[in-house]
């Protein structure tokens, strides 16, 4: 029988610390959050290795270096409202729920939103609220948001996201094609938007008005 407690710790020590993750609010979120239960009974026993699986609607729960990472870039002190493009598995909305006051999390997928949010209320997070819908276009009656998550690639950045994000508030994107894409930070400051580029990731495609066609 796999103890999941240690195979977290185990995975925060080698694949997160290792790699230059060091925020102390982030290293414990994942520790906390039961990373396989967000994945099918089939998988569990590889919930906490360094990939990416499959969860069904040839979409991925990423790895956890990259839900580290892109939690990490978003500065989170506890007290923000989040917006996260592609809910996926829920992982990830679990992990921001941690960090953060509120998360709003849209999803493309009836089937996975509904599963995602079983997953998460069960586990009690009462702060995430999962819409279905086209995510490019964002959430825009509850914006502005602290924070922005995008877990799918975009041929480019989605500009009602960035109008949607707050003074101060964050935006982390991978754009490019779709075999690669860079992880792009977005950050709304007083004089406008200012731009960096963290490396190279690869993420399943941002599908809608403001990312890919069908």
Request: net charge neutral.
């Amino acid at each position: 029988m796999i103890n999941f407690q240690k195979a977290r710790d185990r995975m925060v020590e080698t694949q997160l610390i290792s790699r230059g993750i060091h925020d102390p609010r982030v290293l414990e979120a994942m520790r906390k959050v039961p990373r396989h239960l967000f994945v099918d009974e089939a998988l569990k026993e590889q919930a906490y290795s360094d990939h990416p699986l499959p969860i069904g609607e040839k979409q991925t729960i990423s790895q956890p270096y990259i839900v580290a990472l892109m939690s990490e870039v978003l500065q989170l002190k506890g007290h923000e409202r989040i917006l996260e493009i592609g809910t996926g598995s829920g992982y990830q909305a679990a992990v921001l729920a941690e960090l953060a006051e509120r998360v709003f999390s849209i999803e493309r997928f009836p089937v996975l939103a509904f599963r995602a949010n079983q997953i998460l209320q069960k586990l009690g997070y009462r702060n995430v609220i999962i819409r279905v819908g086209d995510g490019t276009v964002g959430w825009p009656d509850d914006s502005p948001f602290d924070g922005i998550v995008v877990t799918a690639g975009a041929p480019k950045i989605p500009q009602p996201l960035v109008d949607q994000l707050a003074v101060g508030g964050r935006l982390v994107v991978p754009v490019g094609d779709r075999l690669s894409q860079e992880l792009v930070l977005v950050e709304r400051i007083p004089e406008g938007i200012q731009k960096t580029n963290l490396g190279g990731v690869r993420f399943v495609d941002l599908v809608g008005k403001w990312g890919w066609g069908e």
